[in-house]
């Protein structure tokens, strides 16, 4: 998906409806620009840019008095909520 937009003043952009949409994103809500190898990425906050990334080495030091499962998915929420907390 892809869209072509003109720079207004102040290097305002507007974001096409249809992309907003696929993002989540809302009036308000904040985006976080990367410059990577000449091209401008643009990600929304709730966004995850590297998902396997994220989840490594979740299940290093769990010890398994639940079963797995949940002590994954406990670590898991815990690992994601501190990475999403750190772009606010």
């Known amino acids: 998906m892809g869209a072509r937009v003109k720079v207004l003043q102040k290097g305002k952009v507007t974001i096409p409806a249809e992309i907003r949409e696929a993002l989540g994103v809302e009036e ?21 840019a590297n998902p396997t ?18 002590e994954i998915a406990k670590a898991g929420a815990a690992r994601i909520e501190r990475k999403l907390g750190r772009g606010k």
Do not use: H
């Not at 308000?28 to 995850?48: F, K, W």
């Not at 979740?58 to 079963?67: D, I």
């Open 28 to 48: 308000g809500d904040y985006l976080t620009l990367e410059l990577r190898g000449g091209q401008v990425v643009i990600s929304a906050s709730g966004t995850i």
């Open 53 to 70: 990334e994220a989840i490594s080495g979740l299940v290093s030091g769990v010890s398994s008095t639940e079963p797995i499962d949940e």
